[in-house]
């Protein structure tokens, strides 16, 4: 791989991220497509926010640790709330298969949690699954997945494009 950026979350963007083959071993490793490389990264050679090709993400020595099926509310055209779901605990394996049956999955944060430090991170992947009915604008089933690791690896081969704003 040709850029390697360690420990540097905070330094992309994962609005427009895809995961795709996630897997268990040593840690969580995954793919992303369309992972957003910020200017101030220190792999970042355009200076300005560009889309990295595909990117294989590695967290050494991760685990999760909790997470949930995020709930929702749900409004009429007058604002009068029709349906009201809580949020949904889910236990460590339930978590692991969403997570490996994720691919296509948009994983649009990764949000570092209050007790985070270096050498010892906790963060929430935050995903959501794409309906599956055509121009369904409602939006799909989400969930928070929280995991703690001691390294982030993230590493591309090429960047694709600036991102347009």
Do not use: H
């Amino acid at each position: 791989m040709s850029f390697k950026a360690v420990d540097e979350i905070y330094n992309f963007d994962f609005q427009d991220a895809q995961i795709f083959n996630v897997k268990f071993g040593d840690g969580i490793s995954f793919e992303l497509e369309a992972l957003i490389v910020e200017p101030e990264n220190s792999q970042n050679e355009n200076f300005t926010k560009s889309y990295a090709g595909t990117t294989t993400v590695r967290l050494v020595d991760g685990k999760i640790t909790g997470g949930c099926k995020d709930g929702y509310k749900r409004y009429d055209a007058n604002n009068k709330l029709l349906e009201e779901v809580d949020d949904s605990p889910m236990d460590e394996d339930a978590l692991k298969l969403i997570l490996k049956s994720g691919s296509g999955a948009y994983l649009y944060a990764m949000d570092a949690n209050p007790d985070s430090e270096e050498g010892n991170y906790s963060y929430t992947l935050n995903l959501e699954f794409p309906s599956k009915e055509a121009y369904d604008n409602i939006g799909g089933v989400s969930y928070q997945v929280s995991v703690k690791f001691n390294k982030a690896i993230f590493e591309w081969d090429k960047y694709m494009n600036r991102v347009q704003m």
